[in-house]
Structures are given as structure tokens and as C-alpha cells.
């Protein structure tokens, strides 16, 4: 039952705020007295036929526009009688008798079968009367005790006929009349004893409170949910403003530190400018101060008379001044410096990089077609009540809006499996699960904020759990010439390579349906088909000796296109073999004579090259996303991050040049060997839990 958010039912009008007296109920249940809605009629205006209800302002179609055609609303009246009572026997004040001519006389008592205040000498009379002695009084004086009454029912009385009480009601107008309405606006419609429907009215409304419990928790969780985001904005609004206003103190501190090493440098430049000035300046200053000096002294022996005197000093004044002007002719009197220091402070490019710098969005901005599985989704597979987990990527800086994704799984029934949804917000990823509880076709739905992600919704395919250790051959399929490679069709047929130049479709029972290919050169044709992968319903073919990649309808075996051509450039093959999927739109096929894994989109677009250490004959994607790869020549199998970019370990469990490789959705790992056998890994690798000796003729 959903808790009750309605308000207090109260018995004051809302427009005068006294206990109601004839009060009217209107269509939007709120409820008035007679009195107060024809006055806010008077204010409408009297031409108009509606009333806007004076509380919630719905507008009401008055019936025959009057006020009077309103619904009684018997039940306030009822109940306000009953509060007017009780607050008079709980007052302070004196309360007159009902029953005495002579109102001046103060009540003593309260009759609650007669609802009248009785003084004390009509308590008296009230208790000689036979009929009344064995009522029930209150008495007035003790009010702190007493337990307030439920006052008797009285029926209502009809607008028209004002002594007459409402005692039928009419199905046919569902109100309440009076026997004087009956022959008049009432005739030949059914009529029932008021009392006798009463309990058929009770029901109908118990029947739809009832009806209405389903509603309200919901909106309640709605309004709970838009109270708690309200709360989640209003945080988030801080913890924006916050990083806004932290990364601009950062940029303010980087600015900062720009501008004193633009200082510096200023001042380094000028310095130096100013050292090489005043070092040609010191030369000038030497220069005159020695020719001042020599022409004085030149000037001054010049005057001598004695020939001695002038002859001793003349030679070296002389050579001093010669050697002056020398200096002189061969010193620039230009300085070699200038005054200029040059700035580039162009701020326009930095002010539109400013005003470009951060954006902020809301999430229906978001496109969702940022958001992918990033890996689970290489295995198109889930094991029936085993947890089955997908890693979304998210746009980095959005973490936040990962809150909205929701995910579920739909059976090919049409029944609805709700998954799991764990936010990994430090590395922005979400984990994305569910536990299937039946064998067979899954839609897996990713939507955030109701709309699909990219590539949602996905298929999924459920089986029961396999025991490896008991392992057995069920059935063989015999295709008379050497098979390298089989894929499954989710509607149960199974396609397996010939040496021969076609491509084998058994049905489940091992029955040979149909043949895609053969042999030639041709579109759709093959010299040695290796690899075979299904992508929904398109399969995708290697051609080992024509080194390219061809694809078909799976169902009609319609050719399709193809890709590749012979060499070692991006996008070229050299003995292509083993090919695989990553879940997310991607393409991998294993190089034998390269030593490398090539990725494409479906269509057949080049994306990047894995290399290898060996000759690569086959490669899978586990959930986890990590590439593995089967390495003949090495007898080991490589494992690549799921960007391909850099090599995590590799593991051999002696193999005998490992030529195919695949992985189930619970992590175990097939590995087949040239020497005839298929052996099965732990999913984490380190112990062998089968090996299958097998004939390379059968499937």
C-alpha cells in the first residue's frame, strides 16, 4: 500500500474558513459552501455558464450554469455538523439550550441521541421522559475527559422541496431525490431505496481506491527519483562549478608562470643589450679620454722653447696620437646595438582558443551512438544461469551520465530478463550483465536514457553448461577431403571448409544441406577455402592460395563482395587463415606467411595490423576482449591487449603446431593441434582439461 501523501481533510471552507453550511462539491473534489461559490460566480460574472474552482483553478461547467446543480456534498455537511458540535462541547464559553423558548439559559449537557444542548431543567425533563431517560448525555462541566461523540446521520433535504428528505436515489441521473421529484423530473427511471444502494456505492468505492493503489507507489518512486535528481544536480552543479573554477586557477597559475618567463626573458634580452652598449660606450670613453689627454699634452710641449724638453716627449705623444686616430677610422661610431626588444602578444588566436576552451552539456545533448560494448560480444554466446558480463565503453568526461544506462534481455518469446548495470567511473567503463535462466535466443538491449547504444540491441545465444572432462563425440559429419575451419549458425547449421573449393551447410542432424562455392577463380569461387566466420547472417570465407577474403549470404549463399589481394601491404594477404570477430563490428584475419593479424570493418576496410612473432594460423577474441593468436612455427599462442597494440603474455601447453584456436563465454579455450588433437584449457590457462584425438576429414 503506498503511503498517504494526500492532505488533512479539513471541515472549514477555504474561501470563508468556517465550517462549511451547504457546502457543494465540484468535479476537481475540492468542496465549498454554497455561499462562497455563488459570490465567486458574482465576481466571474453571471453571463458565463463556468466556475474556476477558487483552489486549483479548474475551470467547471456549471450545470443549467447555475450554482445550485452542483453536488451536495452530504458527507461535509455531515461532518462539519459533527466538528461545529464537538467544538462547542470543548469551548469555554457558554453554549445555549436547544430545547428551552427562553435561549438565555446556559447548557449543561449535550444529548447524543437527540443532538441537542440541553440547561439543566431540560436535562431534567429529558430523564422524567420514558422514551429518553436511557440517552446519552455528555456532561459539559467535565470536558477534559470526555469522549467526544459521533454525531447521528441526519438525511438531507431537497433543494426544490425544502421539507422533503433525500431518500431514493436515481441510477439513471445518479443523485439523490426526494419523493415530490419522483413523478416530476424522475419518472419511469430506476429508482432504488437510498440506504439499500448505499452499500453497492461503498464497494464501487473501495473497489476504487483499490484500483488506484498500483498508481500511486510508481509516481511516487517518479517523484522520489525527480526529488533525489534534483538533489544529484544540484551536487553535481557544485561539483562542476568546482572544476571549472579549479581548472582556471590552473590555467590562471599557468598564465602566471607564462608571464614572469616572458618577464625574464625580457630582462635577460635587455641586460645583454645593455652590457654590449656600454662596452662600446667604455670604448668611446677610452678613446677621448687618451686623445684629451694626448692633445694636451701635445699642446702644452708645443709651447716649450727648449728643444730638449720638446724632443724627449715627442716621439711618444705623437705615436699615442697617431694610434688614436687610427682607432678612431677603424671604430663605427654607430652603436651596434639597438633599443628594440620585439614582442608577439597577438592575444586574438588565445582568446578564440579561450572562448572555445570546455564545454558543459546536459545529457540529452548526448549522442548515444558514443556509447559501444567494448568487449563480451567477441562470443556471441551466454551459458544458461551463469552470469554473462559486457564492458561499455564511455566517452571520456561523461562518466557521470552512465547512471541512465539501462540493459535487459529479451528471449525470443517475447519475456523480458532485466540485467545489471555496475559504473566503473575511475576507468570510464560500465559493466553491463546478466544470468539467463533458459537455453535460446537473447536480445541483449543497452539504451541509455531510452535510446539504444551503438549496435544495441545484440543477439545472444544460450546454451547449457558443458562438462569437458566427460567430453564425447555426439556426431561426425564427413566431407571426404581435409577441413580446417567450422562455424556454427545460430539457427543450428554447421559450416566446415574443403580442401575441394566449397564451403559444406549440415543441418544439425548432420544431413548435408547445401553448398556455398566452388571451384575457380571467379567471384563467390575458391581455390583452397580456410577460414569461416558468421557474423549474423553473413559469412565471411579466406581463401588461402588466393589470399583474399570473400563474403556470402549465409542463407542463400549469395556472393557478396570481397576484399584483399596478394602481397604484404596494409589491407594485401599472404596465405590468409583463420578469421574472428571482436564483437564490435571488427574483423581479424591470421596471416600464415606475413606472421601477422590483419583488422578490418565488416566491410572490408583496413584498420590496423597485429604482428606476430610466428606464423599466425588462427585468431579469437575472449570476453575480456584480449586477441589470441595460434603461432604454428613457435607452438604457442600469443596474446594481444584488445587494441592489438602490445603483446600480455602467450602460454603453450605442448602443443604440436597449433592451427585453430576459439573461446566459449565461459572463458575455456580449444586448441587444435596438426598432430590430430583438440585440446581444452582452463579459462585461465593453466591446466589442460581434455585432449580429443579427431580426423581432419570430419567435422
Known amino acids: 500500500m503506498a503511503e498517504n501523501t494526500s492532505p488533512a481533510i479539513t471541515m472549514t471552507c477555504e474561501v470563508c474558513s468556517e465550517y462549511y453550511t451547504d457546502p457543494l462539491m465540484l468535479p476537481c473534489l475540492h468542496s465549498f459552501c454554497k455561499k462562497c461559490l455563488i459570490k465567486a460566480k458574482e465576481k466571474q460574472g453571471s453571463a458565463d455558464t463556468s466556475l474556476k474552482c477558487p483552489t486549483c483553478d479548474t475551470s467547471v461547467n456549471?450545470?443549467?450554469?447555475?450554482?445550485?446543480?452542483?453536488?451536495?456534498?452530504?458527507?461535509?455537511?455531515?461532518?462539519?455538523?459533527?466538528?461545529?458540535?464537538?467544538?462547542?462541547?470543548?469551548?469555554k464559553e457558554a453554549v445555549s439550550c436547544d430545547e428551552?423558548?427562553?435561549?438565555?439559559?446556559?447548557?449543561?449537557?449535550?444529548?447524543?441521541?437527540?443532538?441537542?444542548?440541553?440547561?439543566?431543567?431540560?436535562?431534567?425533563?429529558?430523564?422524567?421522559?420514558?422514551?429518553?431517560?436511557?440517552?446519552?448525555?455528555?456532561?459539559?462541566?467535565?470536558?477534559?475527559?470526555?469522549?467526544?461523540?459521533?454525531?447521528?446521520?441526519?438525511?438531507?433535504?431537497?433543494?426544490?422541496?425544502?421539507?422533503?428528505?433525500?431518500?431514493?436515489?436515481?441510477?439513471?441521473?445518479?443523485?439523490?431525490?426526494?419523493?415530490?421529484?419522483?413523478?416530476?423530473?424522475?419518472?419511469?427511471?430506476?429508482i432504488e431505496d437510498y440506504i439499500d444502494v448505499g452499500e453497492t456505492a461503498r464497494k464501487a468505492l473501495r473497489e476504487s481506491v483499490a484500483s488506484c493503489d498500483e498508481v500511486i507507489p510508481p509516481v511516487t518512486e517518479a517523484i522520489a527519483n525527480g526529488e533525489k535528481m534534483l538533489e544529484q544536480i544540484a551536487t553535481r552543479k557544485e561539483e562542476v562549478r568546482q572544476e571549472?573554477?579549479?581548472?582556471?586557477?590552473?590555467?590562471?597559475?599557468?598564465?602566471?608562470?607564462?608571464?614572469?618567463?616572458?618577464?625574464?626573458?625580457?630582462?635577460?634580452?635587455?641586460?645583454?643589450?645593455?652590457?654590449?652598449?656600454?662596452?662600446?660606450?667604455?670604448?668611446?670613453?677610452?678613446?677621448v679620454k687618451q686623445v684629451s689627454h694626448g692633445r694636451h699634452l701635445a699642446s702644452l710641449v708645443s709651447e716649450r722653447t727648449d728643444p730638449g724638453e720638446v724632443l724627449?716627449?715627442?716621439?711618444?705623444?705623437?705615436?699615442?696620437?697617431?694610434?688614436?686616430?687610427?682607432?678612431?677610422?677603424?671604430?663605427?661610431?654607430?652603436?651596434?646595438?639597438?633599443?628594440?626588444?620585439?614582442?608577439?602578444?597577438?592575444?586574438?588566436?588565445?582568446?578564440?582558443?579561450?572562448?572555445?576552451?570546455?564545454?558543459?552539456?546536459?545529457?540529452?545533448?548526448?549522442?548515444?551512438?558514443?556509447?559501444?560494448?567494448?568487449?563480451?560480444?567477441?562470443?556471441?554466446?551466454?551459458?544458461?544461469?551463469?552470469?554473462?558480463?559486457?564492458?561499455?565503453?564511455?566517452?571520456?568526461?561523461?562518466?557521470?551520465?552512465?547512471?541512465?544506462?539501462?540493459?535487459?534481455?529479451?528471449?525470443?518469446?517475447?519475456?523480458?530478463?532485466?540485467?545489471?548495470?555496475?559504473?566503473?567511473?575511475?576507468?570510464?567503463?560500465?559493466?553491463?550483465?546478466?544470468?539467463?535462466?533458459?537455453?535460446?535466443?537473447?536480445?541483449?538491449?543497452?539504451?541509455?536514457?531510452?535510446?539504444?547504444?551503438?549496435?544495441?540491441?545484440?543477439?545472444?545465444?544460450?546454451?547449457?553448461?558443458?562438462?569437458?572432462?566427460?567430453?564425447?563425440?555426439?556426431?561426425?559429419f564427413d566431407l571426404g577431403n581435409r577441413t580446417d575451419s567450422v562455424a556454427v549458425h545460430t539457427n543450428g547449421e554447421v559450416f566446415a571448409n574443403s580442401k575441394d573449393g566449397f564451403v559444406q551447410v549440415f543441418s544439425e542432424d548432420g544431413t548435408a544441406v547445401r553448398?556455398?562455392?566452388?571451384?575457380?577463380?571467379?567471384?563467390?569461387?575458391?581455390?583452397?577455402?580456410?577460414?569461416?566466420?558468421?557474423?549474423?547472417?553473413?559469412?565471411?570465407?579466406?581463401?588461402?592460395?588466393?589470399?583474399?577474403?570473400?563474403?556470402f549470404s549465409a542463407t542463400t549463399g549469395q556472393y557478396i563482395s570481397q576484399f584483399g589481394s596478394e602481397g604484404n601491404g596494409n589491407g594485401q594477404f599472404y596465405t590468409p587463415r583463420g578469421i574472428s570477430t571482436d564483437g564490435k563490428s571488427n574483423i581479424l584475419v591470421a596471416e600464415y606467411n606475413n606472421k601477422r593479424v590483419q583488422v578490418f570493418k565488416e566491410d572490408g576496410t583496413f584498420v590496423q595490423v597485429i604482428q606476430c612473432d610466428g606464423k599466425a594460423t588462427d585468431v579469437a577474441v575472449d570476453n575480456e576482449g584480449k586477441i589470441h593468436v595460434t603461432i604454428s612455427n613457435q607452438n604457442h599462442v600469443q596474446v594481444f591487449s584488445p587494441d592489438g597494440k602490445s603483446q600480455l603474455d602467450a602460454y603453450n601447453h605442448n602443443f604440436n603446431s597449433p592451427q585453430g584456436i576459439a573461446i566459449d563465454d565461459e572463458g575455456c579455450i580449444f586448441v587444435s593441434s596438426n598432430n590430430g588433437y583438440l585440446h581444452v584449457l582452463s579459462p585461465d590457462r593453466k591446466h589442460v582439461i581434455k585432449s580429443i584425438p579427431f580426423a581432419k576429414k570430419m567435422v
Open 62 to 91: 456549471l450545470p443549467d450554469g447555475k450554482i445550485e446543480g452542483l453536488t451536495h456534498n452530504l458527507w461535509f455537511e455531515h461532518k462539519s455538523k459533527e466538528a461545529l458540535i464537538k467544538k462547542k462541547i470543548v469551548s
Open 100 to 190: 428551552c423558548d427562553d435561549s438565555s439559559d446556559a447548557a449543561v449537557v449535550y444529548c447524543c441521541n437527540c443532538g441537542q444542548f440541553l440547561c439543566d431543567y431540560c436535562k431534567k425533563g429529558h430523564k422524567r421522559n420514558k422514551k429518553k431517560a436511557n440517552h446519552k448525555l455528555i456532561d459539559l462541566e467535565t470536558k477534559e475527559s470526555i469522549e467526544l461523540p459521533t454525531i447521528k446521520h441526519e438525511e438531507g433535504y431537497c433543494d426544490r422541496h425544502i421539507d422533503q428528505k433525500l431518500i431514493y436515489y436515481c441510477n439513471d441521473c445518479e443523485k439523490l431525490v426526494c419523493p415530490n421529484c419522483l413523478p416530476i423530473k424522475h419518472k419511469d427511471h430506476n
Open 244 to 287: 571549472i573554477k579549479e581548472t582556471f586557477e590552473e590555467l590562471k597559475a599557468a598564465l602566471d608562470k607564462r608571464c614572469n618567463d616572458l618577464l625574464m626573458e625580457t630582462e635577460e634580452i635587455a641586460s645583454a643589450k645593455r652590457n654590449s652598449i656600454k662596452k662600446q660606450l667604455d670604448g668611446f670613453c677610452k678613446l
Open 312 to 476: 724627449s716627449v715627442k716621439k711618444l705623444i705623437t705615436n699615442q696620437l697617431e694610434e688614436c686616430i687610427e682607432e678612431y677610422k677603424k671604430l663605427p661610431l654607430e652603436v651596434e646595438e639597438n633599443e628594440a626588444i620585439v614582442t608577439n602578444l597577438d592575444t586574438s588566436t588565445l582568446n578564440e582558443k579561450i572562448s572555445e576552451f570546455g564545454y558543459i552539456f546536459k545529457l540529452e545533448q548526448l549522442d548515444p551512438s558514443l556509447y559501444s560494448i567494448d568487449s563480451g560480444l567477441a562470443i556471441p554466446l551466454a551459458t544458461v544461469k551463469k552470469e554473462r558480463k559486457f564492458k561499455v565503453a564511455l566517452p571520456a568526461g561523461i562518466g557521470k551520465a552512465a547512471s541512465y544506462l539501462k540493459t535487459s534481455f529479451i528471449k525470443s518469446d517475447g519475456s523480458k530478463e532485466e540485467g545489471r548495470v555496475v559504473i566503473v567511473n575511475d576507468t570510464n567503463t560500465a559493466i553491463v550483465s546478466c544470468t539467463p535462466q533458459s537455453i535460446g535466443g537473447y536480445e541483449l538491449s543497452v539504451t541509455i536514457r531510452g535510446q539504444h547504444i551503438k549496435g544495441s540491441p545484440y543477439q545472444l545465444s544460450v546454451k547449457a553448461s558443458r562438462d569437458y572432462t566427460t567430453l564425447t563425440n555426439e556426431r561426425s
Open 515 to 551: 553448398r556455398i562455392g566452388s571451384k575457380g577463380s571467379g567471384n563467390g569461387q575458391f581455390d583452397y577455402p580456410w577460414g569461416l566466420l558468421l557474423v549474423g547472417d553473413r559469412l565471411y570465407v579466406s581463401d588461402n592460395n588466393f589470399n583474399r577474403v570473400q563474403y
